[in-house]
């Protein structure tokens, strides 16, 4: 991008820019984003797959590394999206039709099932007047330079400290578009300045959270996360498509995505599956700090979560996927830590309990985008 805004202003000084130049241009830069786009996506599959290979010992039967092929090409429309199917059909240890890959997700998927709705999940101080709810465990939130209340009234800058602390000796303060666990701060209220929050940009302030008991037995150190998908179906209904449990090692404060270990759960039972995955997909079926066995441990009051979400997401159906990222506190009340309608990550649970989105057509929207 910066490239090609330095080719503009250079045939702008020139005044020799015609529609024709102009358009060539951004076509251009766009086609090379894409291209970066794809390779990016094959590296990160790549990597994976490797490390499951070298774990089962093994390399993926070419048989199913045809069938991922043949289905990227014919179904999907271009053999690039194959790399995620093999990742996929290495963890699975099959091939499934109806698998929907990462980067066809992001560059097919999201246009059309989303467009600008998913881009206000990164807004922060949105969320809790966007959904109309007091589940966000949300105080108070810093934007263009702004402190406010969540209804929202203006919090001068020498009375922000008083009022985040009121309640808790804690909090965490998340960035807009923050993601995996980076741009989270937590502070007290000995080691909390306005200066540090000037600095580091718009966001939101949020209780920290004690969470229920059933995940203190993995870690009391840190707050774990449960991820839960849920889409609006054709026919205008909310339901849940994929759920995950994280949770980190005793050594971090908080979930982040590059240490923390995935368990799926049953959407249908709450259970938690017998195997977790590490970040290189290579499976655990215990904690390594609790040593807590994941089979047969069952997420408490999971049909309730679900139903409330899928009721909250009735309130902003143009965004037809949300990922959730929300966990129990200690008196069992759902606590919402936030909610993702851009890119909000499929392949963990494509690949371990997918294919979660196989009636909804998404196989057929690269010809719309074409």
Known sequence: MRIMIRQLKSIIRTRILRPMHLEFLIQSQYSRSLELYHKRHKKDAETLLHAIEFERGERLDPSIVAL????????????????????????????????????????????????????????????????????????????????????????????????????????????????????????????????????????????????????NRFTANSVATIRITTVIEKTGRATCRAAYLRVASNSDSYVISKNAIKIPIDINTGDLLPKGYLPNMQTVERHADSGLIFAGMKMPDFRKCLAILCDLHMKMPFCICIGWDIILDKNGDIQIMEWNGRHNGIKFSEATTGPCFADLGWEKLWMKRH
């Open 68 to 215: 991922c092929d043949e289905y990227a090409r014919d179904v999907l429309g271009w053999v690039g999206y194959s790399p995620w199917l093999h990742t996929y059909s290495a963890v699975a240890g099959r091939f499934k039709e109806g698998w929907i890959p990462d980067n066809y997700y992001g560059k097919v998927v999201m246009p059309v099932i989303k467009r600008d709705y998913g881009s206000l999940s990164s807004i922060r101080s949105l969320s809790s007047n966007l959904f109309g709810t007091d589940l966000f465990p949300d105080i108070a939130y810093y934007a263009n330079g702004f402190f406010t209340t969540t209804s929202p009234e203006i919090i001068p800058h020498n009375a922000i400290k008083e009022f985040i602390f009121g309640n808790t000796d804690r909090v965490v303060y998340k960035l807009n578009r923050s993601e995996k666990g980076q741009g989270i701060t937590m502070f007290t209220k000995e080691d909390f300045s306005v200066d540090s929050i000037l600095s580091a940009g718009n966001g939101v302030f949020q209780k920290y959270i004690e969470q229920h008991a059933f995940f």
